[in-house]
Nanobody, 127 residues
Framework: QVQLVESGGGLVQAGDSLRLSCAASGRSFSMYAMAWFRQAPGKEREFVAAINWSRGSTNYADSVKGRFTISRDDAKNTVYLQMNSLKPEDTAVYYC????????????????????WGQGTQVTVSS
């Protein structure tokens, strides 16, 4: 398994942008599907975005489509989440997750689909 460390969270105003990073340690990072989830107080953890091992496939929650972009740099063992046009309802703790898939295009959109998690980074969007 990989170990994941998120960074880049903070307090911003509505309409601003943030870029989250998730640094992975461990072998074969390029063979992992990577995802971002978020959890607001009192709510369940929800899917935000995922990217497969070859960067050929991404998927997004409807609530972030057109505003958020997931990407990865396998040379740096890092996955990113670029968040634009932030809204107060985007306020949550954002978690990075990883699943070893080999050369598969499978990118789960549920928390149970991932075996490795970071500690989370807080994103707060004020109105």
């Amino acid at each position: 398994q990989v170990q994941l460390v998120e960074s880049g969270g903070g307090l911003v105003q509505a309409g601003d942008s943030l870029r989250l990073s998730c640094a992975a340690s461990g072998r074969s990072f390029s063979m992992y599907a990577m995802a971002w989830f978020r959890q607001a107080p009192g709510k369940e953890r929800e899917f935000v975005a995922a990217i497969n091992w070859s960067r050929g496939s991404t998927n997004y929650a409807d609530s972030v489509k057109g505003r958020f972009t997931i990407s990865r740099d396998d040379a740096k063992n890092t996955v990113y989440l670029q968040m634009n046009s932030l809204k107060p309802e985007d306020t949550a703790v954002y978690y990075c997750a990883a699943r070893y898939t080999g050369i598969s295009y499978f990118t789960p959109s549920t928390p149970s689909g991932y075996g490795s998690w970071g500690q989370g980074t807080q994103v707060t969007v004020s109105s």
